[in-house]
Every structure is written in structure tokens, then in C-alpha cells.
């Protein structure tokens, strides 16, 4: 480490900066989702859009797997593929969160077959997949540490949604509930992991870059769905309408 | 299906047809190690290079999970990564392969360096890991369909090493052991889902193109060893030379 690179407190506060001033938790349409103000319609377009972010994240983990040479941090990866996908039919976070979408009157097959999800939800989260497939290992594995501030965000939620809406109860929320245990022991691994690998000031930058678009990731979906179904409430040409896709 | 597209029995036929025909255990390299005839410096060879092959295995099914939307599939596919990784230190395939390694006097960290890997060996195994990442799913699929003859020579390996080689236990095979029972599951999917999905003439030539270019990732492997090792045994620069990595 030369005078210039700061030490891994400092670059570990500058991480936790980034998160203070980017992550999705200050954006409006988690206000209004976390205080009871969405429309059971505007709801559903959350759980929509969201869905189509849950489905791809196992496919981005598969994406860094499969740039992994050691076996042991395969291992240790691989685990947050299990939490996703399960261990069987009716287990893991996807089903979890289609759990969700009958509590919220969706149609799980219309939700999972990902018809209607926003075209800005697509490019930003292709683009995530894209990210982690084809950086460098670090930037890859430092674009997921915005795991760091997850759990404040799925605590809000899980409080906004029991008190302000019907549908909320412990079977229908019970992706967040899990992860709250899951994401605390991925990200404990992916920060060592980071403030360990990055030892210069650009392997620093690149890091805390990474980071800050992975926030623009998921800002970015927060935005679309408040134009398409907040306001302007201008939905784009073949995306999800109300109506579309209840449970018979 | 229309009357130009061979049935799924004759498709079937047609993928054995290219095991029979040029699949490696028609290879000069294994006569030679199956009856004996390697001396030590040749198995450890052959050991260095296919752990290449071995620790690329993962890596290329976990690009595939990468590329696949459905959370069901990628669970069965999953299963094979668990199978080289495995669960914990000291589990699963690649782990096995290093104690066949430490069986012929190598040392197992030289050996997981990947250094005095043959460079053909490399070029052929990246190019099924880049296959499989980058081809359609079909012939992604049809590229693995070489396990449907691997039981067989797993088999006369696990027979030759054991008639032939001090070395050859149950403790240093457990490699091909455990593959006896791993590959038939993973192929009877795999098998399955290629018969259903090469629905068109064009479909099963796609597919039958990749299982031939399995099988020549398969063969250069043998062909760069043979020639590196056995004859003319001229060692490429920078390949492992014998005497090198054993263990201390």
C-alpha cells in the first residue's frame, strides 16, 4: 500500500458514504410504498418489476461462478443461488417472492413469465448481469455490496407493509423476513473480500464505482416504475396495465 | 415435426453413433493407460492436464446457469457444480482429482496452480467453457451428451488402474467412483431435454455439431498429451517437465 491509498477503515467509510447518498431507500417511491400511500395497483407493478430483478439475480451470480477459479469461493458463492432458486420445487426466494404476488392478487404465471415488466426495469438489470459477467473480479463483486444497506431497507418494508396494507401478513412477506439473515452473511463475505482486493487507489476507485452504479441499478427501476405508474402515470407502449394479469 | 426431421429415436441413434465414432476413449493415449502401459511420468502428465479440464467444469455449468430463466432447471443444473465443488473443504470432485494427484507423487497446490498445464489443453478447454457460455442453449445442452459414454470408460479406467498401477486404490479413484453414479443423472436429463428440444431437422444438426465438437475438446486433449509425453514426447516450452511439482 503506498501513502496515496487510503486505509481500509477510510475506504470502507467511503462505501458506506456511497450507500448514505445512493441507495434506493431515499427514493420517493419507497416512501410512498413504506407509508401505506400505494395504490393496490401501484403495488402490483412493484412486485411486477421487482420480480423480473429477483429472477435475474441468480443469473448474475451464475455469471461471477462462472468466472471463479477457486473452488472455495464458488462454494462460499454458491449459496446465494441456493438462496434464490431453493432446494426444491416451493423453496427459495423466487417462489417466495411469487408468494408475494398472489398476497398482492397477481397471477404467479403471468408475474413470472416477466410479460409487461418495463422496458428501463429490463436495460437496467441486463445491465447488471452484463456488469458482474464482464468487469473484473473486483468491481464484480464489490457491485453487490449494496447487500450493506439492505437490511435497514427490508426492515422498513416489513413494518410499512404489515401496518399499512391487507394483504401483508407473514406468508406473504416472507422473502424479506429471510433476508434479513441471508443478505447480512453474503455481504459479510463480499466486503472482506473487497477491502481485502482492493489494495491500490484505482482498485479503490473501481470498487466504490462499482458500487455507486449498482445504486443507479436499482434507482433506476425506482424511477421507471414511478413515471410509468406514480407520476406521470405514463405507462410505456406493452407494459403492464391495471387489470392485466389478476389471479382468476 | 415435419416429414424431413429424423424421429427422436433416430436423433438418439444419431448422437450415439458420434460417441461410437469419436468419442475419447478410442484414443491411443487411453490404450495406453488403461493396459498399463504409462509410466509414471506419463499418468502424472495425464493428471496435471485433466485437472485443467476437471477445475473448468464448474466454471462452464455455472455459465450456463447464467443464461437460463428458469428457476427449476437451473436447480437440477446446479446439482453438477455441487458435484465438483462440493459441500465443504476436502468434498467433491476437483478435491478427489487432487487426491489421485497426491496418489502419483504430486503435489497437490502444484497441480491446482494449473502451471505446466499444456497450452492446447488450455486453448481446447476454454473453448467448450466459451461454447457453452456463448452457443445457443441447445447445442449448450448437446455439448455435455459426451457423459452418455463416459460410464464405460470410467469403468475400464477404474479396472486398468487397479490391475496396473501401484498407485491405484480406492482412496486415489474415488474420482471415477463417484462419477459412475454422477454422470448418469446428469446425462439422463441432459439427454431428455436435448430429445425435446431438437424439435426441427436444423435443431438436431445444431445439436449433433455440438456433441462432435465436445468430442474434439475431448480428443486435442489426448493428441497434445501424446505428442507432449509419449511420442514424439517433444514438451512444449513452459510445459511441465517431469520431476517438477512432485511432492516434497
Known amino acids: 500500500m503506498n501513502s496515496f491509498t487510503p486505509d481500509r477503515t477510510s475506504f470502507e467509510a467511503r462505501l458506506h458514504k456511497i450507500g448514505d447518498e445512493r441507495y434506493h431507500d431515499k427514493h420517493p417511491f419507497h416512501h410512498l410504498l413504506h407509508s401505506g400511500g400505494c395504490t393496490p395497483d401501484q403495488v402490483r407493478a412493484w412486485v411486477i418489476n421487482r420480480y423480473y430483478y429477483q429472477s ?118 416472507s422473502y424479506f423476513q429471510h433476508r434479513l439473515s441471508e443478505a447480512p452473511k453474503d455481504v459479510a463475505f463480499g466486503l472482506e473480500w473487497v477491502l481485502d482486493h482492493a489494495v491500490t487507489k484505482a482498485d479503490q476507485d473501481a470498487a466504490a464505482n462499482a458500487l455507486i452504479f449498482k445504486t443507479e441499478v436499482l434507482w433506476a427501476q425506482l424511477d421507471a416504475l414511478y413515471s410509468a405508474y406514480v407520476s406521470p402515470a405514463r405507462i410505456p407502449p406493452g407494459a403492464w396495465q391495471p387489470g392485466e394479469g389478476l389471479l382468476q
Open 56 to 173: 435475474r439475480i441468480p443469473m448474475k451470480d451464475a455469471a461471477f461462478l462462472s468466472r471463479v477459479t477457486d473452488p472455495a469461493l464458488r462454494r462460499s458463492w454458491r449459496r446465494r443461488i441456493e438462496d434464490h432458486d431453493g432446494t426444491e420445487d416451493g423453496t427459495g426466494g423466487i417462489h417466495r417472492w411469487l408468494r408475494l404476488a398472489e398476497g398482492v392478487g397477481l397471477d404467479p404465471d403471468y408475474v413470472s413469465s416477466a410479460r409487461g415488466v418495463l422496458p428501463a426495469t429490463r436495460f437496467a438489470v441486463d445491465a447488471y448481469v452484463r456488469f458482474v459477467r464482464d468487469e473484473p473480479m473486483l468491481p464484480a463483486v464489490a457491485s453487490s455490496l449494496t447487500e450493506l444497506f439492505a437490511p435497514k431497507i427490508h426492515k422498513d418494508r416489513i413494518a410499512g407493509l404489515l401496518e399499512h396494507y391487507e394483504f401483508a401478513n407473514s406468508d406473504t412477506i
